[in-house]
């Protein structure tokens, strides 16, 4: 099964039919709905050529004919890059996909799968409605612009962050489509324009060529940094760590909504947690700062999940957020900032200020670094904690995976299959991983470096070699490499719960009782930020968990309150 076919869902020899439609029935059905409600005609213009990747240009041409299919106000003309219109474009790569309607326009260079699919089907909903999305302060600041920004973000098909940079571009573009024009190239297929550009992670985002941005980031965050072509550091030191208006944004003071329970934290935990507080009757929100998901989401593929065979992460978090958002408001890419604890429990985010009566952090875990030389400086130029986002960049050119455990030989496994030259390298000389995978490792014929430790990392302007040691010779060697991906374990994202001074384990991990209770009544926490196995199944648990207790203390109180009031 080609690259394409799985991104596609499509199995192989079933001739990818269904009354001539690549996009599965669930898709078609979501984007028909999306597609209803626009308001204006959207262009879209395919450029081809002929002897281009015709695996790549059929995909692009079925992906397109689908959507024009979907939507009356979707036009779809398809133009060879040899022809007469398709030089004067201007447009050198193909395929690359135009989307425009007047005065706004979105051009995609590669093949819009996977991930990517919902980037050109948001794109076009927003343009048809002329809607940006943009936040008042990203608005105010985007206001400053007075001259041009090119923008041009690297993606590939399975980065579940990528779409949200994207996002950031589009709106800007959106409110500003006279001085701001975004590319988005696809690096599967675009790998030696990547390169020129020393891409080693995505999202990867440039501006004017003078800027790089690694990462999805807030959007206000973004648009400041697009507007100032400086980098988020940069601006604080130049303002002293303010905004340099901060007075003009504040003048109406913060929004503040009311609910009973706010999760802090979209992973499996949040989302399961928000299932049952609502139908439990509580008025929830989930808070994520980045996208739902957490670490699911970048998992190339989970295999211990029950009901499910083998599936890719990304796609089990989409099933787990479509259940949630039935009943929940999931807000992405809103970064919580203080968490004030008194009559009421206050939750701070830029903005808006939710108000209620007890909190649920499920803020997950984040990735280890190693702590050697030359990581921090070729983080996103080579070394990458996400094989899922990043692999694409390693075909046919050698990548290490540093770790011995399940994430480590699954990421291993998946640059294997997408044509990487993959050695996997472990301070220890047998792995912790499942067996399964053990024995996947053995029979793909994947390198070992066993007893071997990463004591630094070499390059000029990206990763070139690493220095390794074998800890049990003491021998030391250089070995050239393009990429370094890192599983060595988590660390809790605990910087609330210190904020809260809530009590924590050795490990840095909330504490909790078995309820999701911690030292602080009506704060609660569950998934990976209270430790433990740290494995999808008991993050839903911990959340569901979590919820109920929330429900039932927050009944106990207003029972007691009740009592109170009735003998006073």
Request: negative net charge; proline residues 4%.
């Amino acid at each position: 099964m080609g690259i394409l076919d799985k991104l596609s869902g499509k199995k192989k020899n079933d001739g990818g039919q269904d009354n001539g439609w690549l996009l599965p029935e669930d898709s078609r059905d979501y984007v028909a709905g999306l597609f209803e409600k626009m308001e204006e005609p959207v262009d879209l213009r395919l450029y081809l050529r002929a002897d281009g990747n015709q695996q790549y240009a059929d995909f692009c041409r079925k992906f397109c004919r689908d959507l024009a299919r979907l939507g009356e106000k979707v036009r779809l003309e398809e133009i060879d890059l040899d022809s007469e219109a398709g030089k004067e474009s201007g447009i050198a790569e193909s395929p690359t996909l135009l989307l425009s309607r007047e005065p706004y326009k979105l051009a995609y260079t590669g093949t819009p799968a996977g991930e990517e699919a919902r980037v050109i089907v948001d794109a076009i909903a927003a343009m048809s409605q002329g809607r940006d999305d943009l936040s008042d302060t990203s608005r105010h600041v985007l206001d400053e612009l007075r001259d041009e920004r090119r923008v041009r973000v690297f993606v590939s098909p399975t980065c579940p962050y990528c779409p949200g940079q994207v996002a950031n571009a589009l709106a800007a573009h959106m409110a500003k489509p006279e001085l701001v024009s975004v590319q988005v190239v696809e690096i599967a297929e675009n790998q030696e324009l990547a390169r020129r550009f020393n891409v080693g992670s995505v999202p990867h985002t440039t501006i004017n060529e003078q800027l790089d941005l690694l990462g999805m980031e807030q959007q206000e965050r973004f648009v400041a940094e697009m507007v100032f072509l400086m980098t988020a550091e940069e601006l604080a030191e130049k303002y002293g760590g303010h905004d340099h208006d901060h007075e003009h944004h504040h003048d109406h003071g913060p929004q503040v909504v009311d609910r009973d329970l706010v999760i802090v934290g979209g992973g499996p935990g949040g989302l399961a947690g928000a299932i049952y507080a609502v139908r439990a009757g509580l008025r929830t929100v989930v808070l994520e700062r980045k996208n739902v998901g957490g670490q699911v989401a970048v998992t190339p593929v989970v295999e211990n999940y029950p009901g499910f065979l083998s599936t890719p992460g990304s796609k089990l978090v989409e099933v787990l957020a479509q259940h949630a958002r039935q009943y929940v408001d999931v807000l992405e890419g809103v970064e919580v900032g203080e968490i004030k604890v008194g009559r009421d429990i206050e939750v701070v985010t830029p903005g808006t200020v939710y108000r209620c009566r007890a909190v649920l952090l499920a803020t997950g875990a984040t990735w280890r670094f190693l702590g050697v030389p030359g990581e921090q400086k070729f983080y996103g130029r080579g070394v990458s904690h996400c094989a899922a986002c990043d692999a694409y960049l390693y075909q046919g050119r050698k990548a290490l995976v540093v770790g011995g455990g399940n994430t480590a030989l699954t990421d291993a496994l998946h640059l294997k299959n997408l044509g990487a030259d993959v050695t996997v390298v472990h301070r220890r000389d047998a792995f912790r991983a499942q067996d399964h995978l053990q024995r996947s490792i053995q029979r793909e014929g994947v390198p070992v470096h066993w007893n071997t430790v990463v004591e630094e990392m070499l390059g000029d302007e990206e990763l070139e070699r690493v220095r390794l040691r074998n800890v049990v010779s003491g021998e030391t060697w250089e070995e050239e490499t393009a990429g370094l991906f890192l599983a060595i374990g988590e660390k809790p994202n605990n910087q609330l719960a210190r904020q809260l001074g809530l009590k924590l384990l050795d490990d840095g991990s909330i504490e909790t009782d078995r309820f999701g209770r911690t030292s602080i009544p009506r704060i609660y926490a569950a998934g990976d930020v209270t430790g433990g196995v740290r494995q999808i199944v008991t993050a839903i648990g911990d959340g569901s968990a979590a919820a109920m207790t929330v429900f039932e203390d927050l009944k106990r109180m207003e029972s007691d309150q009740d009592a109170t009031e009735a003998t006073t």
